[in-house]
T-cell receptor, first 114, second 115 residues
Framework: TQLLEQSPQFLSIQEGENLTVYCNSS?????LQWYRQEPGEGPVLLVT?????EVKKLKRLTFQFGDARKDSSLHITAAQPGDTGLYLC??????????????FGKGTLLTVNP | NAGVTQTPKFQVLKTGQSMTLQCAQD?????MSWYRQDPGMGLRLIHY???????DQGEVPNGYNVSRSTTEDFPLRLLSAAPSQTSVYFC??????????????FGDGTRLSIL
């Protein structure tokens, strides 16, 4: 059972277009993280959202955490070829004491064509 | 400024061989973990450790062993390699503690092929 569903799985767009990637679950998370992974490298953290309804902006990237803390979205404005990569969402749930268990979605592979 | 270092970057094994994937971090992080990444499957947790001397199983632990004798190192051992273990393996580390979830730092991966 996939705890975190990401959509779309693949996305190919032209430079300058806008796009939104979704991360959905039936479970509540303590926080949700978004990572970007480039070929041959490990994932790199972009942002962590913690509060239901929270919106964070990172230049042209806007991240939103759902009110119920079950879903999140990543919106990119005026996409550029440098945005190309695999975008992963990861939900954190407390697993005892101060420890958290992190569950990853399968990722959205974004290609931005010049 | 090393972060999480994984070695080797590439490895080809024959079925039945054993090997150890190395992982070291220099950030004094308590929590370390191993993931495998396969096309269409995302990142799946193999084993993790919340501190030296403590390890536990993740989602897909069969065929793998780990140990944590120091804070810095968390090696992953393949006991008898099988073609199904062909994958890209990532080591990650983060702090534990209260106050919310800590960012996870990943190595650049080990690309492993089992023939």
């Amino acid at each position: 059972t996939q705890l975190l569903e990401q959509s779309p799985q693949f996305l190919s767009i032209q430079e300058g277009e806008n796009l939104t990637v979704y991360c959905n679950s039936s479970s509540v998370f303590s926080s949700l993280q978004w990572y970007r992974q480039e070929p041959g490298e490990g994932p790199v953290l972009l942002v962590t959202v913690v509060t239901g309804g929270e919106v964070k902006k990172l230049k042209r990237l806007t991240f939103q955490f759902g009110d119920a803390r079950k879903d999140s979205s990543l919106h990119i404005t005026a996409a550029q070829p440098g945005d190309t990569g695999l975008y992963l969402c990861a939900g954190a749930r407390r697993s005892g004491g101060s420890n958290y268990k992190l569950t990853f979605g399968k990722g959205t592979l974004l290609t931005v064509n010049p | 400024n090393a972060g999480v270092t994984q070695t080797p970057k590439f490895q080809v094994l024959k079925t039945g061989q054993s090997m150890t994937l190395q992982c070291a971090q220099d950030m004094n992080h308590e929590y370390m973990s191993w993931y495998r990444q396969d096309p269409g499957m995302g990142l799946r947790l193999i084993h993790y450790s919340v501190g030296a001397g403590i390890t536990d199983q993740g989602e897909v632990p069969n065929g793998y062993n780990v140990s944590r004798s120091t804070t810095e190192d968390f090696p992953l051992r393949l006991l008898s390699a099988a073609p199904s273990q062909t994958s890209v393996y990532f080591c990650a580390s983060r702090r534990t503690g209260t106050g919310g979830f800590q960012p996870q730092h990943f190595g650049d991966g080990t690309r492993l092929s089992i023939l």
